[in-house]
């Protein structure tokens, strides 16, 4: 079992930045991928950013130039800097964890609103 527990979200201005954390506890693989994931009200559960334990990276188009994301493997810990942040950014934030060998887990969800 694998348990995620993300922090950093908020309420921020629009052209704003939040840094979002999620640390992961339990029975890690080393070869794994995580990620972030986001769900507006109203909207399915979309892609935001993911980075492999090797360190490869994918990202929505929506998000690219504006958030990074990142990793400490020593800390089995994901972190998503995200710069130039804008009204339609505003979602819950899911942390996402998947082994290479299969499975998916999820974070409890941190709320993330940019309003002026």
């Known amino acids: 079992q694998v348990h995620l527990v993300e922090s950093g979200g908020g309420l921020v201005q629009p052209g704003g930045s939040l840094r979002l954390s999620c640390a992961a506890s339990?029975?890690?693989?080393?070869?794994?991928?995580m990620g972030w994931y986001r769900q507006a009200p109203g909207k399915q559960r979309e892609l935001v950013a993911t980075i492999t334990s090797g360190g490869s990276t994918n990202s929505a188009d929506s998000v690219k130039g504006r958030f990074t994301i990142s990793r400490d493997n020593a800390k089995n810990t994901v972190y998503l800097q995200m710069n130039s942040l804008k009204p339609e950014d505003t979602a819950v934030y899911y942390c996402w964890y998947s082994p290479y060998l299969g499975g998916n887990f999820w974070g409890q969800g941190t709320q993330v609103t940019v309003s002026s």
């Open positions: 339990g029975s890690i693989s080393r070869g794994n991928a």
